[in-house]
C-alpha cells in the first residue's frame, strides 16, 4: 500500500546541502508580524498574512526541490501483514 506524505527537505540524504530555508528577509507586507491587522472604527480585524503565510518572513532564494517551502512530496510503501485466509468449505448441494 503505497501512502502519500510530505517530508522536510532537510530530511532527504540526496539534497541535504540545499536547505529551503535560506537566506529569508522581513516580509514588507506586514512587515514581519506575520499578520495584516484593519481598523474600522471601534473595531480591529487582524488576518494571516497572505504573503509569508503568518511566518513574518519570505525566502528570497528558494532552493530547487522544495521552491521554498520545505518540504516535498514523498510516497511510503507500508506493507500490512494479516492472519491467513481462513477457508470455508463449499456449501453443500441439494
Known amino acids: 500500500m503505497k501512502i502519500p506524505r510530505q517530508q522536510a527537505v532537510r530530511d532527504l540524504p540526496r539534497i541535504r546541502g540545499e536547505a529551503g530555508h535560506q537566506p529569508e528577509e522581513?516580509?514588507?507586507?506586514?512587515?514581519?508580524?506575520g499578520e495584516l491587522r484593519m481598523t474600522q472604527g471601534f473595531f480591529q480585524i487582524s488576518r494571516t498574512c497572505g504573503h509569508c503565510q503568518g511566518t513574518g518572513k519570505v525566502i528570497t532564494e528558494p532552493c530547487a526541490t522544495c521552491r521554498g517551502a520545505g518540504k516535498v512530496d514523498t510516497e511510503s510503501v507500508l506493507t500490512v501483514k494479516g492472519p491467513a485466509r481462513r477457508r470455508y468449505p463449499a456449501p453443500a448441494s441439494s
Open 26 to 33: 522581513t516580509c514588507l507586507t506586514c512587515n514581519g508580524a
